[in-house]
């Protein structure tokens, strides 16, 4: 029997937002099918029979963790993108939606924010330089499918994430969460300090993953089949970013120390988003400040 929706990485940071938006999707995860074998790939498209994909699973990580396994960000990355892609073709997926990153834009920009016309326009930061190619792929990946076959493939940028369901982890997770994490352990341990990577000076553009997840569900519903920037027009350094997340957090009294023998990654890469204010006049995002206060509160309660 055929399941209209299927969304891969389903158990992930959009994806169980998603559920919220897209409740009778199918949402499947690393434990129900491994997207790195073409064997299980093919099994999954076999017993769902999806008309329209939501392609969400990656191999995702901080910058650190990029630096210290690129190869397993290309390999992991490529393979699932084009295993993804290939079946959904072959099995007559009408529509085909994935989500690539800001990081995938080229380092040496001369404007910003980055329009979506820039994408290929020059290498990618070199931290993050295996996963963004592996992002760049799909992108090509979907648009040669729609120049030779006519199909309604498309993709969408999204700027950094955060959120509830990330992974909490200095290393392996997003800034603001493992910043969240920091904050709480300090409070716990009664430290007086938190200690960041780099040097506080990088711009970042943060948006909460249940928005990300509300635009989504807002292309499918609507039959929005375009490639386009997704992002809050909130754009700070890393040192402001903390001070918000120190106010959101009750930790005013903290001190923040940066260790400058960590990389800063990209310097700035803010992405412009006319095009999705354009089509989606009625979405407001959440604030930064309001959205960390909401998951430090809810990861409080855990501790």
Known sequence: MSKEILVTGGTGLIGTYL?????TATYVGSRDFNLLDLI????????????????????????????????????????????????????NV?????ILSSCIYPDDIKEYPIKESELLNGAPHKDLFSYSYAKRCMAIHIDMYNKKFKTKYNYIIPCNLYGEFDKFDAIKGHFVGALI??????????????????????????????????????????KKFFNMNIATNENYSIDYIAKIALEACDAQGLLVEYDNTKPNGQMRKDIEISNMIKYFPEFTAIKLKDGIRDIYRKRMKLK
């Open 19 to 23: 559920k919220k938006y897209l409740p």
């Open 40 to 91: 299980e790939v093919k099994k999954m498209f076999l017993e769902l029979k999806p008309k329209k994909i939501i392609h969400l699973a990656a191999m995702v990580g901080g910058v650190h963790h990029n630096i210290e396994e690129p190869v397993k960000y290309f390999e992991n990355n490529i393979l699932m993108n084009t295993f993804i892609l290939k079946e959904s073709f072959a099995n």
């Open 181 to 222: 994490e920091k904050i709480i352990e300090a409070k716990i341990k009664k430290k007086n300090k938190i200690t960041l990577f780099g040097d506080g000076t990088p711009y970042r553009q943060f948006m909460h993953a249940k928005d990300v997840a509300k635009i989504i569900s807002l292309m499918i519903l609507k």
């Open 94 to 98: 009408e529509n085909f939606l994935g």
